[in-house]
């Protein structure tokens, strides 16, 4: 079956550290996007990538990084610049102006 | 910020009963669609709306929209149980397929 995998699914990160979260997708999607989500709140852009070797900052990109280096790849890589990265990470991929197909997230905590 | 605004953000009915979220936005849109997220889950996408439709219809949703009044919402008819969760809806303001969400609205179904 086609889908979208995000690995793993609880992380744990201590101060200081990188870490970085999986994305694979299967579905032959040209654009990949990655999304912070608060609780209660909707999702916010990080990264996002239409092509492979290709990607542009979103709204909250500062303390993230991300690389496209395969079509059906794109890490994203949590700093320690970042500084309050606790949230659920949710990595989405698309095919033309139609609806994403989302992964089913990773849950990011500082200890 | 061109994120929409959703209301209400909670909504609580018992099955059976009909459930209308709306949604709004601030500019021109290409097109808007409805996802559903459950507790802790990634999102579905449930239905796509064109800028030059009015009203799209998909089982026991239906989706409407007013590009003069920059709004929409979204109806679930005989709603049930399975049908408490999350529900957002994003914006394709035709920026290489980057989608806006919004705050998103909490449904509770009661048996």
């Known amino acids: 079956d086609g889908g979208i995998t995000q690995s793993p699914k609880y992380l744990f990160r201590k101060e200081g550290q990188n870490v970085t979260l999986s994305c694979e997708q299967n579905?032959?999607?040209?654009?990949m996007y990655w999304y912070r989500q608060d609780p209660g709140q909707g999702l916010r852009l990080i990264y996002y990538?239409?092509?492979?070797?290709?990607?542009q900052k979103g709204d909250i990109a500062e303390g993230y990084s991300v690389s496209r280096e395969k079509k059906e790849s794109f890490p994203l890589t949590v700093t320690s610049a970042q500084k309050n990265p606790t949230a659920f990470y949710l990595c989405?991929?698309?095919?033309?102006?139609?609806?994403?197909?989302f992964g089913s997230g990773t849950r990011l905590t500082v200890v | 910020s061109q994120q929409g605004e959703e209301d209400p953000q909670a909504l609580s009915i018992q099955e059976g009963e009909n459930a209308t979220m709306n949604c709004s936005y601030k500019?021109?849109?290409?097109?808007l669609q409805w996802y559903r997220q459950n507790s802790g889950r990634g999102l579905v996408h449930l239905i796509l709306?064109?800028?030059?439709?009015r009203e799209k219809h998909s089982g026991r949703l239906r989706v409407t929209l007013d590009t003069s009044k920059k709004s929409s919402s979204l109806l679930i008819t005989a709603s049930r149980a399975a049908d408490t969760a999350s529900y957002f809806c994003?914006?394709?303001?035709?920026?290489?397929?980057?989608?806006?969400f919004g705050q998103g609205t909490e449904l509770s179904v009661k048996p």
């Open positions: 500019t021109s849109i290409n097109n």
């Open positions: 579905l032959n999607h040209d654009a």
């Open positions: 990538s239409q092509i492979v070797n290709d990607f």
């Open positions: 994003a914006t394709d303001y035709n920026q290489g397929g980057k989608l806006i």
């Open positions: 709306i064109r800028s030059n439709e």
């Open positions: 989405a991929s698309s095919h033309g102006p139609s609806g994403y197909t």
